[in-house]
């Protein structure tokens, strides 16, 4: 069964303080590896794609890292607008191909304090 | 930018009754799912459709539920008799490459 672990749940952090979230993961076999951004009351928003390990993708002060166990989300000179809560997922491969589920994890809570 | 829309946005049913939430995908994506979020808790799996059949379904998806596409446009999740434990966000998503794009929402408020 594919798990995806989260941390910290919750995370505070003054304005201009780097930080990075974790995603553990176990899967039978990796597809992808998503973030999304969920804000309070909406739908998740779609940030990242990680598909092999040592992949690295860039967005404004987000950066996503792959390894073969976990992925590594990093928030450099976060604004208050980046209060969020991200969530990973991951793809795993099967029969059924494109059309396979996300399998989601908690997800961590970030506030950023002006 | 494209975007999924659903409705309703809010939807409020007593137990036992039946509620349809529709979602219209962005136009040329061929993936559609639907999952959901109690409360506090993590985004659930329920379905994927693809070419006009269901590829993969969730134990949460009994026999309680169904998915269409009535008309080429709309993807539709009927849930035939409500109970208080369907209370939850439900969310649509759809994809043409790799990533799933998600609506809004429909929050669903059984009483």
């Known amino acids: 069964e594919d798990q995806v672990t989260q941390s910290p749940e919750a995370l505070r952090l003054q304005e201009g303080e780097s930080s990075s979230l974790n995603c553990s993961y176990t899967?039978?076999?990796?597809?992808?590896l998503f973030w999304y951004r969920q804000d309070p009351g909406k739908g998740p928003e779609f940030l990242f794609t990680l598909y092999s390990a040592g992949e690295e993708k860039e967005k404004e002060r987000l950066k996503a890292t792959l390894t073969k166990k976990e992925s590594f989300l990093h928030i450099t000179a976060p604004k208050p607008e980046d209060s969020a809560t991200y969530l990973c997922?991951?793809?795993?491969?099967?029969?059924?191909?494109?059309?396979?589920?996300?399998?989601f994890g908690s997800g961590t809570q970030l506030t950023v304090l002006p | 930018e494209p975007e999924v829309t659903q409705t309703p946005s809010h939807q409020v049913t007593q137990m036992g009754q039946e509620v349809i939430l529709r979602c219209v995908p962005i136009?040329?994506?061929?993936?559609f799912y639907w999952y959901r979020q109690i409360l506090g808790q993590k985004v659930e799996f329920l379905v994927s459709?693809?070419?006009?059949?269901?590829?993969?379904k969730s134990e949460i998806f009994d026999d309680q539920f169904s998915v269409e596409r009535p008309d080429g446009s709309n993807f539709t999740l009927k849930i035939r008799s409500t109970k208080l434990e369907d209370s939850a966000m439900y969310f649509c998503a759809t994809k043409a490459g790799t990533a799933q794009y998600f609506g809004p929402g429909t929050r669903l408020t059984v009483t």
């Open positions: 997922a991951v793809q795993a491969l099967s029969y059924s191909g494109s059309a396979r589920q996300l399998t």
């Open positions: 136009s040329n994506h061929l993936y």
């Open positions: 459709f693809y070419n006009n059949e269901i590829s993969e």
């Open positions: 899967v039978s076999g990796l597809r992808g």
